[in-house]
């Protein structure tokens, strides 16, 4: 069983940046693939961006590729989102979630875990 808890979501301004911290339970932490997800009022819940368990692999959605960077901390149990450029369409809540190796790691079914998620609001 593995336990996610989100912070550092917030109110920032268009153009703004913050950086989103999941922490992790669990002594197996660097066997889970991290991703981060975000759903936006009134639209289903969309992959952002993951990454590997050794850190090794990362992969991000096109909306956010080359203004978000995942990183993570294996000796925290941490994984991380820096979010740079933020844009109003950025507003959601985003969700940290883990799984096993196996399959897309873009694919929201896959994951086992979720976190109960960290409101992020960018105001234009």
């Known amino acids: 069983q593995v336990q996610l808890v989100e912070s550092g979501g917030g109110l920032v301004q268009a153009g703004g940046s913050l950086r989103l911290s999941c922490a992790a339970s669990?002594?197996?932490?660097?066997?889970?693939?991290m991703g981060w997800f975000r759903q936006a009022p009134g639209k289903e819940r969309e992959f952002v961006a993951v990454?590997?368990?050794?850190?090794?692999?990362?992969y991000y959605a096109d909306s956010v590729k080359g203004r978000f960077t995942i990183s993570r901390a294996n000796a925290k149990n941490q994984v991380y989102l820096q979010m740079n450029s933020l844009k109003p369409e950025d507003t959601a809540v985003y969700y940290c979630?883990?799984?096993?190796?196996?399959?897309?790691?873009?694919?929201?079914?896959?994951?086992?875990?979720w976190g109960q998620g960290t409101q992020v609001t960018v105001s234009s």
């Open positions: 979630a883990a799984r096993h190796a196996g399959g897309s790691m873009q694919y929201l079914g896959s994951y086992d875990y």
């Open positions: 990454i590997s368990g050794s850190g090794g692999r990362t």
């Open positions: 669990g002594r197996t932490f660097s066997s889970y693939d």
